[in-house]
């Protein structure tokens, strides 16, 4: 299966800083996601992103996919951001490979 | 949100005792997958399904079944279940195969095995 690579695997923010989050596949995949699971447990979904550039009010996403990357950021971090974000990408089709997450904590 | 329902939310259960979890979807999508999330191992495919009575293994299927005799619902279990089972279980759904399509999860079944 595809390797996924998530960094850092920790972040602590003060409230109103900037964040850049990346994950590294093994292998080519040609389906990206970025998950976003809050303190409650619930996955969220943040980005569909196989290639290219999105932006969703102060996340944006990057996926470089001839180089196996992909890159989160977030801006002017909020105590909501807090909880952990996943990566996940398939080449096949039907299994998605996971990373192991980045743990974001953003501090009054 | 996506329509999706697991159940129950929470069990605790002995060692050696079946379990099934139940994933519940009013989307009509054709593929339905189980992940287990453990620390240190972030989600990791136990077993999905690509329609009615066609499902296939994942990575950690072992210990595990799967069944989906229709298209909304999606069962998971556990014939005999193990401390190492303990974990939270996850269901999602995808409209689309191949190289397209979203995976929406549901909420999550909390599984202890004591």
């Known amino acids: 299966g595809i390797q996924v690579e998530q960094s850092p695997p920790d972040l602590i923010l003060q409230e109103g800083a900037n964040s850049t989050l990346r994950c590294n596949f093994s292998?080519?995949?040609?389906?990206l996601q970025w998950f976003h699971q809050n303190p409650w447990g619930q996955l969220i979904n943040l980005f569909y992103i196989p290639s290219g550039t999105k932006q969703n009010g102060r996340l944006s996403a990057t996926t470089v996919a001839t180089e196996r990357y992909s890159l989160l950021y977030i801006s002017s971090s909020q105590t909501t951001d807090s909880g952990v974000y996943f990566c996940a990408g398939s080449n096949t089709g039907n299994q998605f490979y996971f990373g192991t997450g980045t743990s974001l904590t953003v501090i009054p | 949100d996506a329509g999706i329902t697991q159940s129950p939310r929470h069990k605790v259960t002995e060692t050696g005792t079946p379990v099934t979890l139940r994933c519940h979807q009013t989307e009509n999508h054709r593929y339905m997958y189980w992940y287990r999330q453990d620390p240190g191992h972030g989600l990791r495919l136990i077993h999905y399904s690509y329609g009615v009575k066609d499902t296939d293994k994942g990575e950690v299927s072992d210990g595990y079944s799967v069944s989906r005799s229709k298209t909304e619902d999606f069962l998971l279990t556990l014939e005999s279940a193990t401390s190492s089972q303990t974990s939270v279980y996850f269901c999602a759904i995808r409209d689309r195969g191949g190289g397209t399509g979203e995976l929406f999860f549901g909420e999550g079944s909390r599984l202890t095995v004591l």
């Open positions: 292998d080519s995949v040609n389906n």
